[in-house]
């Protein structure tokens, strides 16, 4: 049995929680049922009204397997984190949402992705297309050498969203305000996106996505080389994007995961080991490894 002293991990969790919560997670250790030897996926991986159905997907680096067979769901207007230790796979598995891995030669994907049940992965899907209607937010900003506006206006733009300049202009000024930025740009629309601030960027960059009016969100590690202030707009922000997208988050930090998402995603060494209602896995996990990694015992 884990000794009851709270750990950094606990404590990290309980930074986000209430009172209310605080006994339940002291009593954490004691609850795992399903020992840290298991491999099969526990909990509640399947969603009542998914945007997304992912069905046994395996992804191969060359030789080695990265992901064991994942079957989960992203259900739509929810926040679903991925947490786990470095290199268990969450972010591969993010990057096959939108088929970002097939820009890696030695990669390869199996398994079954569905969106709105269309197969993500049939020959036929348009690549440029999916990954408009599935949007990615990287760990680093990244917003393109060009003014404000035409980071915002280059996707509708390319698409053919808008007839004319002035469908443009609202599509750039209610992007800008969803992402919690317009107030702060809109005197400087013609100036590098490249010159605002690091939170400022992920924000620009956030906008960028919702521009095109996407299906699904992904954000991997989007607050990672922020400051605290710039993570609390980044975190807010979700909690509001979350009213009209499906947004899926991959995040070390236990205690933003609690904060901001509504299902949580644990993955060790690349399998999906427990799926749950957030504060259900952080206060009363069904499986040992969750309970280790939640503790501290390892990550």
Not at 17 to 34: F, G, P, R, Y
Not at 264 to 273: D, E, N, Q, R, S
Not at 278 to 296: A, C, R, S
């Amino acid at each position: 049995m884990v000794d009851t002293i709270i750990t950094q991990g606990q404590t990290d969790v309980i930074g986000a929680m209430d009172n209310s919560e605080l006994d339940n997670t002291t009593q954490v250790e004691s609850k795992a049922s399903i020992h840290r030897d298991a491999r099969d996926t526990v909990g509640e991986p399947f969603s009542k009204s998914p945007r997304m159905t992912c069905r046994n997907v395996n992804v191969f680096y060359g030789e080695k397997q990265a992901i064991h067979d994942v079957s989960v769901d992203i259900g739509a207007n929810e926040v679903i984190a991925m947490i786990g230790p470095s290199g268990c796979g969450k972010s591969t598995f993010l990057r096959c949402l939108n088929r970002m891995n097939d820009t890696v030669d030695s990669c390869r994907v199996q398994g079954d992705i569905h969106m709105n049940n269309d197969d993500i992965y049939n020959k036929n899907m348009d690549v440029v297309l999916l990954r408009a209607r599935v949007g990615m937010v990287f760990q680093k900003p990244n917003p393109f050498p060009k003014s404000i506006y035409d980071n915002i206006a280059y996707g509708p733009r390319i698409h053919g969203l808008t007839k004319n300049k002035v469908e443009l202009d609202e599509v750039v000024e209610s992007s800008l305000k969803r992402a919690g930025l317009w107030t702060e740009v809109k005197d400087r629309l013609d100036q590098p996106g490249t010159g605002l601030s690091g939170g400022q960027q992920q924000r620009l960059c956030i906008a960028r996505a919702i521009a095109v009016s996407p299906d699904v969100i992904l954000m991997d590690e989007p607050c990672s080389a922020l400051d605290p202030i710039a993570t609390a707009h980044i975190e807010d922000l979700i909690d509001e994007l979350r009213q009209n997208f499906t947004i899926a988050i991959v995040t070390h930090s236990m205690q933003q995961a609690a904060r901001v998402s509504q299902r949580t995603a644990y993955f060790h060494l690349g399998y999906l080991i427990e799926v749950g209602q957030t504060d259900q896995v952080f206060t009363n996990p069904k499986h040992q490894l969750t309970e280790d990694y939640i503790t501290g015992r390892f990550g």
